[in-house]
């Protein structure tokens, strides 16, 4: 081997050896660098006579040819190693299964809720809401319940600050404040109507949401769900209640062999007042009797605390449980599932 091949393969070698691309740079340097060993060749050249020159300088090239070669062969090898190591850090596996989001759904007492507004909003009602915290005004006195009354209890009751000392804010024990409340503003909206002697529109709303007991077993929460029904004008009465509410449980309950039952009741702020029963023909429930809502007509000092005249105008209202509803209409005997958060439970519902 003569010594421009040798020289060649001693470069060629040294790059083999360089692991990083610094290492190649280093190892060119000592070549093809200012002072490398192809570079100190040629500048041999020049003391050459000329034809010597010429044989000697092509031999030089090719070596250096040579050596770039080797060169470029080891800087593309190191080039490609470091792809392949960023492309393994980097993989991809198109074949793994895509990740499943689970698909979340409405709570079993929430699509009552909105089965409730659907139907009662086809007949004409409005729906309104109200504050959980009450004030003993809107939750008792103006719905004519009197100091006395066992509602008003700390035992059933959750007492919250705020208020007065004899008449202290609470937990909202149901929602027929919603028809003081509803009452009043739609009254102050028509005042100017009313005080020249006209007709005020009717007063026709539900007011569903959270109310709050002390009360906790299987067929009771300390939180629970009710629902307000209101209906105030010239002429409504009894009669209205009824068909209104046999036609809401009739379209709730997707059947028509319904039967309900008006039972007397008592409530401080209907007179008269009735406890309002079903009863299903058919199914796992068929032939029992079961309470699902309150109800009766609006009392006259609960038509005056609305601001309005008892002479002149008269309705109904009813108070019922959608709760009570959701277990009925999904045959769930224990109340508590619908709060305990049990996605076993809960997902059935989707
Ligand atoms: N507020 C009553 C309760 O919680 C239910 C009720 C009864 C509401 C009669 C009414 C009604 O509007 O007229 O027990």
């Known amino acids: 081997m003569n010594e421009l091949d040798a020289l060649v393969d001693a470069a060629t070698t040294s790059f083999a050896q360089a692991v990083t691309p610094a290492d190649l740079e280093n190892a060119k340097a000592q070549f093809l660098g ?34 770039e070669a080797a060169l470029t062969a080891r800087r593309q090898a190191l080039a490609d190693a470091e792809l392949q190591v960023q492309l393994k850090a980097e993989a991809l596996d198109v074949s793994l299964p895509g990740r499943q989001r689970p698909t ?14 659907a139907i009662f909003g086809s007949m004409g009602f409005d729906v309104a809401e109200g504050p959980e915290i009450e004030t003993d005004w809107f939750n008792f006195t103006a719905l004519n319940t009197p100091e006395d009354h066992p509602a008003r209890s700390m035992h059933d009751t959750f007492y919250v600050e705020g208020g007065t000392e004899t008449a202290p804010n609470l937990l909202r024990t149901h929602t027929s404040p919603m028809q003081i409340r509803y009452a009043v ?20 709303v539900i007011a569903p949401g959270r109310t709050y007991r002390v009360d906790s077993d299987a067929t009771h929460s ?16 009894f009669k209205d209640l009824k068909v209104v509410f046999t036609d809401f449980c009739r379209t709730f309950f997707e059947s028509d062999d319904l039967v309900l039952r008006f039972r007397p009741s008592f409530f401080p702020f209907t007179e008269p ?14 032939g029992r009797w079961l309470e699902v809502a309150g109800s ?20 109904f209202a009813f108070g019922m449980g959608p709760d009570r509803l959701t277990m009925l209409r999904y045959d769930v005997n224990d109340l508590r599932l619908f709060f305990d958060g049990d996605l076993r439970f809960l997902s059935q519902f989707q």
């Not at 007042?273 to 068929?286: K, V």
């Open 34 to 67: 200012k002072s490398g060993r192809i570079t100190e060749l040629m500048k041999g050249l020049a003391a050459l006579p000329v034809e010597e020159k010429k044989t000697r300088g092509a031999a030089i090239n090719l070596a250096k040819q040579g050596v």
């Open 104 to 117: 979340g759904g409405l709570h079993p007492v929430s699509l009552t809720l909105e089965r409730i507004e």
């Open 185 to 204: 503003q739609h009254v102050k909206k028509h005042k100017v109507l009313i005080t020249a002697g006209g007709v005020m529109p009717e007063i026709r």
């Open 222 to 237: 300390p939180m629970f769900h009710q629902c307000e029904g209101l209906w105030v004008g010239q002429n409504v009465s």
């Open 273 to 286: 007042s009735a406890e309002i029963d079903i009863q299903f023909q058919a199914g796992p429930l068929a």
């Open 296 to 315: 009766g007509q609006v009392h006259p000092n609960v038509v005056r605390n609305m601001g309005l005249d008892p002479e002149h105008y008269i309705g």
